[in-house]
Structure formats: C-alpha cells, structure tokens
C-alpha cells in the first residue's frame, strides 16, 4: 500500500521560510517522480512543482519560482519543498504526490496534505 | 501554460441521475488526460487517466471519453458517495494545470 505523510506546515511570517518533507512507503521510491500541488482555503488545485525519479530533472510553477526549490533523498524515500519568502497568496494544504511514471504521467497517489499559513 | 476549463463549474443532481462534466483544454493535449475526485477535507483521488481508463478499484459507473482538447467525465447512474468535486488534469507538459473544478451537488 502506498502511503504519503507530509510534515513541515506551519504559521509563518510573511517572508519567512518553510521546509515540507513527505516521506513514502509502499513503492520504489526512486522510480516515480514525486510532486506537490496545493490547494488555497475554498480553492482549486494547483500544481506547484515536480522532480523526476532520479532527481535529474525539476519543474516549478511560475508562481513560486526563485522562492520554492524541490528536492528529494532517494535513501531515505523522501521529498521536501522549500519554500522561502513566503507570502500570503501561499497560504494553502500542501499535498504530496506520486505520478504514475518517472514522469510525465498522471498522479496516482496523494499524502493527506499539511498546512501552510503565512500571516503576521 | 496550457488552460484547462470545465463545465459547469458546479450541478445540482438527484441519486441514479447520469451526470457529464466536460472539460477543455486551451491546445491538444494527447491523451494525457485525467479525472479526480475529491470530497471536503479529504485528498483528490485518481478516477480516469489517459482519457479513458479507469483507476483500478473505480466503480465502472464512471466513465471517460473525449480526444485532442475535449473530453467528457460521465457517472452513469449517481450514487450517494459521488457527492464531491471533480478536477481534470492535463500532464502533457509543465506547467501541470488543473481544471477549476466541478462541484456537484444534491438536488
């Protein structure tokens, strides 16, 4: 069974920093590309970023770039996104998800999500 | 970035009504298409990918057709547990976007 446990969210200050980590089980890690999408309070979703397997490839949403970074540690199953100069628009649930494939396919498993509030 | 636009963004239906949500996408898209459910404070959860094929353990009353940049989620027959909002999704390219979703709602 695969499961997805994020951690990290916090009430920050706008223009402090944050870490999410998800840690994974259930699956080879290092085969699937990993991503985070979130979801601001009443919202849609958006797709925030995205790594491959291997680490050899990232992909970031305009919206964050230049603040958040993906990253991920095959040995020890995990992703993390950090996320720097965070502003009130990135108040959301973070949720972590697997794709189907290295990358390029559909999401096929999501984390419950950890929550992100950047206020003063 | 390629647009994703689904209608209605919301509908209002009864227990065994057929619903259909369609979705368009701003370019062609292959078939790099998926569908997801989600409840309130609950994670989306994968029902169609690749346009057509149902997630294992989906109910076969869902159902997904469409090719290029439109494309249609049908329920056949609405039950209880499908009381949600549903997304579509295209992974063609980066960056991923998302439909703004369709709530649909009990009558």
């Known amino acids: 069974e695969v499961r997805l446990l994020e951690s990290g969210g916090d009430l920050v200050q706008p223009g402090g920093s944050l870490r999410l980590s998800c840690e994974a089980s259930g699956f080879t890690f290092s085969i699937y590309a990993m991503s985070w999408v979130r979801q601001a309070p009443g919202k849609g979703l958006e797709w925030v970023s995205t790594i491959s397997g291997n680490a050899g490839s990232t992909y970031i949403a305009e919206s964050v770039r230049g603040r958040f970074s993906i990253s991920r540690d095959n040995s020890k199953h995990t992703v993390y996104l950090q996320m720097n100069s965070l502003r009130a628009e990135d108040t959301a649930l973070y949720f972590c998800?697997?794709?189907?494939?290295?990358?390029?396919?559909?999401?096929?498993?999501w984390g419950q999500g950890t929550l992100v509030t950047v206020s003063s | 970035a390629i647009q994703m636009t689904q209608s209605p963004s919301s509908l209002s239906a009864s227990v065994g009504d057929r619903v259909t949500i369609t979705c368009r996408a701003s370019q062609g898209i292959g078939n790099d298409l998926a569908w997801y459910l989600q409840k309130p404070g609950k994670a989306p959860k994968l029902l169609i990918y690749?346009?057509?094929n149902l997630q294992s353990g989906v109910p076969s009353r869902f159902s997904g057709s469409g090719s290029g940049s439109d494309f249609t989620l049908t329920i056949s027959s609405l039950q209880p547990e499908d009381f949600a909002t549903y997304y579509c999704?295209?992974?063609?390219?980066?960056?991923?976007?998302f439909g703004q979703g369709t709530k649909v709602e009990v009558k």
């Open positions: 998800a697997k794709e189907a494939t290295g990358v390029g396919g559909e999401i096929d498993d």
């Open positions: 999704q295209q992974h063609y390219n980066f960056p991923r976007t």
């Open positions: 690749a346009i057509s």
